[in-house]
């Protein structure tokens, strides 16, 4: 069975709906790590499609755009590693305090191993108004400078101690996305 999925944009919506709020005191941090490989069992020079088979036994296509330079050196048996990283840092402002503007930036880094290889980085920074807090869930839920509402469980209760409707918080939202090829090993 073959499926096509954005893994990247499914992670990184569950993660920010997940962990915009976990904390409402001072400065915060929350991270995560996901990391899944996969062998290449085809490759279609043609389409620059790679077929990979997880551990599951589950069959992606993965279409490689004109970034993967170094696509001619993808073999069928070879080892695919992606590995996606976000955090979450944020801070209560005080009332009449300057927030930061919203502001994006990307990056990109190519792999110098033996096989194939690189990162791309994005960071997103926004403010959000507190618009409701259920402390009964425990949730909190926000509104961002564009209009979107987001809200989210927070772990630990005692995090919205302090929170008013109203607040305002700064978040600054890192992502990387990076994968790693590898001989099979014999």
Same mark, same amino acid.
């Given at each position: 069975?073959?499926?096509?999925?954005?893994?990247?944009?499914?992670?990184?919506?569950?993660?920010?709906?997940?962990?915009? !709020?976990?904390? @409402?005191?001072?400065?915060?941090?929350?991270?995560?790590?996901?990391?899944?490989? @996969?062998?290449?069992?085809?490759?279609?020079?043609?389409?620059?499609?790679?077929?990979?088979?997880? @551990?599951?036994?589950?069959?992606?296509?993965?279409?490689?755009?004109?970034?993967?330079?170094?696509?001619?050196?993808?073999?069928?048996? #070879?080892? *695919?590693?992606?590995?996606?990283?976000?955090? *979450?840092?944020?801070?209560?402002?005080?009332?009449?305090?300057?927030?930061?503007?919203?502001?994006?930036?990307?990056?990109?880094?190519?792999?110098?191993?033996?096989?194939?290889?690189?990162?791309?980085?994005?960071?997103?920074?926004?403010? *959000?108004?507190?618009? @409701?807090?259920?402390?009964?869930?425990?949730s909190i839920?926000?509104?961002?400078?564009?209009?979107?509402?987001?809200?989210?469980?927070v772990e #630990?209760?005692?995090?919205?101690?302090?929170?008013?409707?109203?607040?305002? !918080?700064?978040?600054?939202?890192?992502?990387?996305?990076? *994968?790693?090829?590898?001989?099979?090993?014999?």
């Amino acid at each position: 069975m073959t499926r096509r999925m954005n893994i990247h944009l499914l992670l990184l919506m569950m993660f920010y709906a997940c962990s915009v !709020i976990a904390s @409402a005191q001072g400065t915060a941090a929350r991270a995560g790590n996901v990391s899944t490989s @996969a062998t290449i069992t085809a490759i279609n020079h043609t389409t620059r499609v790679v077929t990979l088979k997880d @551990a599951q036994g589950n069959v992606q296509d993965v279409l490689c755009g004109p970034e993967i330079t170094r696509f001619n050196e993808l073999k069928v048996g #070879d080892v *695919v590693t992606f590995s996606y990283h976000a955090a *979450v840092v944020y801070k209560i402002a005080k009332p009449g305090a300057s927030m930061s503007a919203a502001a994006s930036e990307v990056g990109t880094v190519k792999g110098q191993g033996p096989k194939p290889g690189g990162a791309i980085t994005h960071q997103r920074k926004a403010t *959000v108004t507190v618009t @409701a807090i259920d402390p009964a869930a425990p949730s909190i839920t926000v509104k961002t400078a564009d209009g979107h509402v987001l809200t989210a469980e927070v772990e #630990d209760k005692k995090n919205l101690e302090g929170v008013k409707v109203g607040d305002k !918080i700064a978040i600054t939202f890192t992502e990387a996305f990076m *994968v790693t090829v590898e001989a099979p090993k014999h």
